[in-house]
């Protein structure tokens, strides 16, 4: 046995033993997130809560809410205080979530979309999880494009908010499938791979594409599935 085989094994299995911790750690928080998102879903469709926050008014206090617990997020992630600050940021993202939710429970055939865009979340993170670990290739250069993308589609749902065109919306919301899907890739990648130590900052990175895809999916159902009583 060489001198450079006993070095190298002991820093090998450290490392892999690193990557396995922040995956395990960064699947739990995810599925912890669930929690709060669905509360506060629940929240927001039984009280209306968010009934009010149409048109610009809905839009900026999404995004001043939204930036600033990513904010937050980014100052406490090596702490116990960043666990608590993401799944409050979970909770007002279910809040938000609310109103498509409502308009989507609506429709008589409403419980069965949000189940089948459930399901279909599901399915693309399985898929994605599955591609993480068998590409080989580094995606890092793919997800300066993939952001690229992300402020094409916040630019094109602002717009939206004005002109209000279905056809827009389910384009946009095909657009954003297919962006948020490949970001779920590079991410995971990125987690399987080592890149990412902060099982924090990912578990954000993995929430914000999978409810992306989500709303996204649930958008398409509505508009093209939805069946009025």
Do not use: C
Request: glycine share 14%; aromatic share 12%.
């Amino acid at each position: 046995m060489s001198l450079t085989t006993v070095s190298t094994r002991p820093g090998t299995a450290v490392a892999g033993g690193e990557r396995q911790r922040v995956l395990r750690n960064t699947y739990w928080l995810l599925a912890l997130s669930l929690v709060p998102t669905v509360l506060g879903a629940w929240i927001g469709v039984s009280t209306g809560i968010t009934a009010a926050l149409s048109g610009g008014v809905g839009v900026l206090v999404f995004l001043a809410g939204a930036f600033g617990f990513m904010f937050a997020i980014e100052r406490t992630k090596h702490s116990a205080t960043g666990v608590a600050v993401l799944l409050a940021f979970t909770f007002f993202m279910g809040l938000m979530l609310s109103r498509l939710l409502a308009a989507v429970l609506g429709f008589g055939n409403g419980a069965q979309l949000i189940m089948t865009a459930f399901g279909g979340t599901a399915g693309v993170f399985f898929v994605m999880a599955n591609l993480a670990s068998i590409v080989k290739r580094d995606l890092d250069g793919l997800a300066k494009w993939l952001f690229f993308g992300a402020i094409v589609l916040l630019i094109g749902g602002l717009v939206n908010v004005f002109v209000g065109s279905t056809a827009f919306m389910a384009a946009l919301s095909i657009m954003a499938i297919g962006i948020f899907s490949a970001f779920l890739l590079v991410d995971l990648k990125r987690i399987v791979d080592g890149g990412e130590t902060n099982y924090i900052t990912a578990t954000l990175a993995l929430y914000l594409s999978l409810f992306n895809i989500f709303q996204s999916l649930l958008a398409l159902l509505g508009i093209f599935g939805g069946e009025r009583d």
